[in-house]
């Protein structure tokens, strides 16, 4: 019977040393389109439901986003929001 663990996780466990994250902390976010520009954001789960009460929110990028058709593909990304 084989292990399905990673060689090494229970040793860096074992150490102290917090385990470092799988997804950086700025790729985590819900994709959502800008209705005028149409280029698809990223925007955290807070932003999300900003969006939903008011129409609007804030990007990860910084930038304010109107929310359109969450069925709507967009044109393009954000390249702030996408690295």
């Known amino acids: 019977m084989t292990s399905h663990r990673r060689p090494g996780l229970l040793a860096r466990l074992r150490s102290g040393r917090p385990a470092q994250p799988a997804v950086s902390a700025q790729r985590v976010g819900i994709e959502l389109v800008d209705g005028p520009t149409r280029v698809m954001h990223r925007v955290s789960a807070d932003q ?36």
């Not at 929110?57 to 969450?70: D, E, F, N, P, Y």
Request: aromatic share 0%.
């Open 48 to 83: 999300l439901q900003t969006a939903v009460r008011v129409g609007s929110c804030t990007a990860l990028c910084g930038i304010r986003v109107v929310a359109s058709s969450l069925t709507d593909p967009g044109r393009r990304r954000c390249s702030v929001c996408a690295s």
